[in-house]
């Protein structure tokens, strides 16, 4: 953010001249003269990098609705930093000595005065606003390209991003001085209707080498080529296959999917649970998008079919839009996009702390809509545990609004409330992006960043195999003699999924990492994840679901089962065991990080630390509804590596209820 009236002469006459010309023509295009010009604002910093010249598809429909969201100074962003990281921190006198969401506001927040002026300014200009939090620190509002562009001194185009046409101003929006003076980004941009859920149903396998969404995930019908009946635990049923690693033939096939009760055994919950330690009187807080119209009867559903406690009254609560309040559903992958995901959370959750308290919010949308939830916790303090399960593709969003957002998250820091959030599905983004990136907000030095493995459960529900999460695919065919063999060289060429993390581009390195993170890693920048928990859909776990059918009606069909991955598992199951931990020591956790790191500092034996195999782990699947077989090779996560200590794939190690234990102790 630069005020104009204050940049330097520049010493060259032709180019001063050339510069004024073309400021002059984009301002006389907004409706906005040179005299006012001088005494705006503007965010250079919230244009996104993909909205150039190169990608600019043309002007947007007139008749476009498009999604900004405004945010504001914090009163003293280096006071309420300081807090977010004093009260986290085992030694400090401030440790756990937290502020209330009344007094974190009072001292930090914007003053009703220059909210209210704000508002007041958007409004002005035509813009309806669409979200107000009590904290005061952003503004959500939609308008129409005309109305954006003369509120914000700047012209919107239509660009090509990541397989879409998406809108975002073609210069840096502006705002008046009186206005812009109390605002630290401005976002005009859908680069944040690419956050998606970090969920992986299995079977999610791409038909190229490229990046895909799962609905483009698909084989044409073939018939199977390799028997290959998935197996309830690791090593049940095993399968012949091509010669593969040292010639070997027979491998396990995959999970069909772990229930509860062997989550609770493999992560060692079992003795706890004889004690009382279930998760009673402690909240797990949920974010998504949108809302889930059976989400109660599948968890009961689920839960009977599984032999476990169905969700006792006012066990589930949600705060949740009217579905005549949801928008940008198109963008945003549908309602349908995001209810596995919210299923996900809320039975992963369930399923390793039973007697927990669920709370889920929605998002109106996955933009503005997601803070929106977020601040309708942080605000009152609903939960001090709050498991998110998204995110967005990298940092690939304009590195002002990633400042706005992570305001949210030291707000949260201060108040005593965790935010764990998945690292990513996709490692390292490269195909996306063309350049490697960790996802935000799993990034922000202020959340907790939760990583993949892959587990197998043996037969007397204990951990046999624990590697990173990343899969590498190889289909394997049969020629018309019957001979089978592999279509590429091994480990093939479809990558299936696999943690997110790796070095922030935004973000400098945190105190807590430093000592923990290798410096010829870390260079400086914040690395994630943190720690790690299942999440390899070919490991997976089996949910129950009514799927949404009809988006414009949220019509269910049938309950079925489906296995599910991602770092959207991960998530939640570090969440839930946080909450058992706090049970168990009657504390609260708050924001992890200090202390997990300095736990690893003085006690790294705390941490089950996820190392390289001592020979390739793979699993055989084939698909049910393509016939597909394929050898899928475990630990294998585009450039992001699994090595011993701390590494961009499952942090300092996988979450065991140990470690949490220790964490809630506060230990150091």
Same mark, same amino acid.
């Given at each position: 953010?630069t005020t104009?009236?204050?940049?330097?002469v520049?010493t060259r006459r032709?180019?001063?001249i050339?510069a004024?010309g073309?400021s002059?023509?984009?301002?006389?295009?907004?409706?906005?003269?040179?005299?006012?010009?001088?005494?705006?604002?503007d965010?250079?910093?919230?244009?996104?990098g993909?909205a150039?010249?190169?990608?600019?598809?043309?002007?947007?429909a007139?008749?476009a609705?498009?999604e900004?969201?405004?945010y &504001?100074?914090?009163?003293d962003q280096?006071?309420a930093a300081?807090?977010?990281?004093?009260?986290?921190?085992?030694?400090?006198?401030?440790?756990?000595?937290w502020?209330?969401?009344? @007094?974190?506001?009072?001292r930090?927040?914007p %003053?009703?005065?220059?909210?209210?002026?704000t508002?007041?300014?958007l409004?002005?200009?035509?813009? %309806?606003?669409?979200?107000t939090p009590d904290s005061?620190?952003y503004?959500?509002?939609?308008?129409?390209p005309?109305?954006?562009n003369?509120a914000f *001194?700047?012209?919107?185009?239509?660009?090509?991003?990541?397989?879409?046409?998406?809108i975002?101003?073609?210069?840096?929006?502006?705002?008046?001085?009186?206005i812009g003076?109390s605002v630290?980004?401005?976002?005009l941009?859908?680069?944040?209707?690419l #956050?998606r859920?970090?969920?992986?149903?299995?079977g999610?396998?791409?038909?190229?080498t490229?990046? @895909?969404?799962?609905?483009?995930r698909?084989?044409?019908?073939?018939a199977?080529?390799?028997?290959?009946?998935?197996s309830?635990?690791?090593?049940q049923?095993t399968?012949? +296959?091509?010669?593969?690693?040292?010639d070997?033939?027979?491998?396990?096939?995959?999970?069909?999917?772990?229930?509860?009760k062997?989550?609770?055994?493999?992560?060692?919950l079992?003795t706890w649970?004889?004690?009382g330690?279930?998760?009673?009187?402690q %909240?797990v807080?949920?974010?998504?998008a949108y809302?889930?119209?059976?989400?109660?009867?599948?968890?009961?559903?689920?839960?009977?079919?599984?032999?476990?406690p169905?969700?006792?009254?006012?066990q589930? #609560?949600q705060?949740v839009?009217d579905p005549?309040?949801?928008?940008?559903?198109?963008?945003?992958?549908?309602?349908?996009?995001?209810?596995?995901e919210?299923?996900?959370?809320?039975?992963?959750?369930?399923?390793?702390a039973?007697k927990?308290n669920?709370l889920?919010?929605?998002?109106?949308d996955?933009?503005g809509g997601l803070?929106?939830?977020?601040?309708?916790?942080?605000d009152?303090?609903?939960?001090n545990?709050?498991s998110?399960?998204?995110?967005?593709?990298?940092?690939d969003?304009p590195?002002?609004?990633?400042?706005?957002?992570q305001?949210l998250?030291?707000?949260?820091a201060?108040?005593?409330i965790g935010?764990?959030f998945?690292s990513?599905d996709?490692?390292?983004?490269?195909a996306?992006?063309?350049?490697?990136?960790?996802?935000?907000?799993a990034?922000?030095?202020?959340v907790?960043s939760?990583g993949? #493995?892959?587990i197998?459960?043996?037969?007397?529900g204990k951990?046999a195999?624990? +590697?990173?999460?990343?899969?590498?695919?190889?289909?394997?065919?049969?020629?018309?003699?019957?001979n089978?063999?592999y @279509?590429?060289?091994?480990?093939?060429s479809?990558?299936?999924?696999?943690?997110?993390?790796?070095?922030?581009?935004?973000?400098?390195?945190?105190?807590?990492?430093?000592?923990v993170v290798?410096?010829?890693l870390?260079?400086?920048?914040?690395?994630?994840?943190?720690?790690a928990?299942?999440a390899d859909?070919?490991?997976?776990?089996?949910? *129950?679901?009514?799927?949404?059918?009809d988006?414009?009606?949220?019509?269910?069909?049938d309950y079925?089962?489906?296995t599910?991955g991602g @770092?959207?598992?991960?998530s939640?199951l570090?969440?839930?065991?946080?909450?058992?931990?706090?049970q168990?020591?009657?504390?609260?956790?708050?924001?992890?990080?200090?202390?997990?790191?300095?736990l690893?500092?003085? &006690?790294?034996?705390?941490?089950?630390?996820?190392?390289?195999?001592?020979q390739?782990?793979?699993?055989?699947? #084939?698909?049910?509804?393509s016939?597909?077989s394929?050898l899928? %090779?475990?630990?294998?996560?585009?450039?992001?590596t699994?090595?011993?200590?701390y590494?961009? +794939?499952t942090?300092?190690?996988a979450?065991?209820f140990?470690?949490?234990h220790?964490?809630?102790?506060?230990?150091?």
């Amino acid at each position: 953010m630069t005020t104009r009236a204050s940049r330097r002469v520049l010493t060259r006459r032709a180019t001063a001249i050339l510069a004024a010309g073309a400021s002059i023509i984009a301002l006389s295009a907004t409706g906005i003269s040179a005299a006012d010009a001088a005494t705006r604002v503007d965010y250079s910093g919230s244009v996104p990098g993909w909205a150039t010249s190169a990608n600019d598809s043309g002007t947007p429909a007139a008749d476009a609705s498009v999604e900004g969201e405004l945010y &504001l100074k914090l009163r003293d962003q280096q006071g309420a930093a300081n807090l977010a990281i004093a009260v986290s921190t085992p030694g400090n006198r401030q440790y756990r000595h937290w502020l209330s969401p009344g @007094t974190w506001i009072a001292r930090f927040s914007p %003053t009703q005065k220059t909210y209210d002026a704000t508002v007041a300014y958007l409004k002005s200009k035509g813009l %309806t606003i669409t979200g107000t939090p009590d904290s005061r620190q952003y503004i959500v509002y939609r308008g129409t390209p005309e109305e954006m562009n003369a509120a914000f *001194g700047t012209t919107l185009h239509t660009y090509a991003h990541d397989g879409r046409q998406l809108i975002a101003p073609s210069t840096a929006p502006s705002l008046p001085s009186q206005i812009g003076a109390s605002v630290s980004a401005v976002s005009l941009d859908q680069s944040r209707t690419l #956050t998606r859920p970090d969920s992986i149903k299995q079977g999610d396998i791409p038909s190229t080498t490229g990046p @895909t969404t799962p609905k483009q995930r698909m084989f044409a019908d073939a018939a199977p080529v390799v028997n290959a009946p998935c197996s309830t635990y690791w090593g049940q049923n095993t399968a012949t +296959v091509p010669p593969a690693y040292n010639d070997q033939t027979q491998y396990p096939t995959n999970i069909c999917g772990y229930v509860p009760k062997q989550l609770r055994s493999a992560y060692n919950l079992d003795t706890w649970s004889r004690f009382g330690v279930n998760g009673s009187g402690q %909240t797990v807080a949920i974010i998504d998008a949108y809302a889930s119209p059976s989400i109660q009867s599948d968890v009961n559903q689920y839960s009977a079919q599984n032999g476990e406690p169905q969700l006792a009254p006012g066990q589930y #609560t949600q705060i949740v839009p009217d579905p005549s309040e949801f928008v940008d559903t198109a963008l945003c992958q549908q309602p349908s996009g995001w209810q596995g995901e919210q299923t996900l959370d809320v039975e992963a959750v369930h399923a390793i702390a039973p007697k927990a308290n669920v709370l889920y919010v929605g998002g109106f949308d996955c933009e503005g809509g997601l803070d929106i939830a977020m601040s309708k916790i942080l605000d009152h303090k609903l939960a001090n545990i709050v498991s998110n399960s998204w995110g967005d593709v990298g940092e690939d969003v304009p590195a002002d609004v990633i400042a706005g957002q992570q305001n949210l998250h030291i707000q949260a820091a201060g108040e005593g409330i965790g935010l764990y959030f998945s690292s990513g599905d996709n490692g390292d983004e490269a195909a996306s992006l063309g350049y490697p990136s960790p996802d935000f907000p799993a990034s922000s030095p202020y959340v907790t960043s939760v990583g993949g #493995t892959s587990i197998g459960v043996d037969q007397n529900g204990k951990l046999a195999m624990e +590697v990173g999460w990343g899969v590498q695919a190889d289909v394997i065919k049969k020629d018309a003699a019957g001979n089978l063999s592999y @279509t590429d060289p091994l480990p093939g060429s479809l990558f299936a999924g696999g943690a997110g993390g790796g070095v922030s581009a935004v973000n400098a390195e945190p105190a807590y990492q430093k000592g923990v993170v290798p410096d010829s890693l870390s260079r400086g920048k914040r690395v994630s994840p943190d720690l790690a928990a299942l999440a390899d859909p070919y490991t997976g776990f089996e949910i *129950g679901i009514s799927p949404i059918i009809d988006d414009s009606t949220l019509a269910t069909g049938d309950y079925v089962n489906e296995t599910y991955g991602g @770092t959207s598992l991960a998530s939640p199951l570090t969440a839930a065991q946080v909450a058992l931990a706090q049970q168990l020591t009657h504390s609260t956790i708050g924001f992890a990080n200090p202390t997990l790191y300095g736990l690893d500092r003085i &006690l790294p034996s705390a941490f089950r630390d996820v190392q390289p195999p001592s020979q390739e782990v793979a699993v055989v699947y #084939t698909s049910k509804t393509s016939g597909r077989s394929f050898l899928m %090779t475990l630990n294998h996560d585009t450039s992001l590596t699994v090595t011993k200590g701390y590494d961009d +794939v499952t942090g300092m190690g996988a979450m065991s209820f140990d470690l949490a234990h220790l964490l809630a102790q506060g230990r150091h």
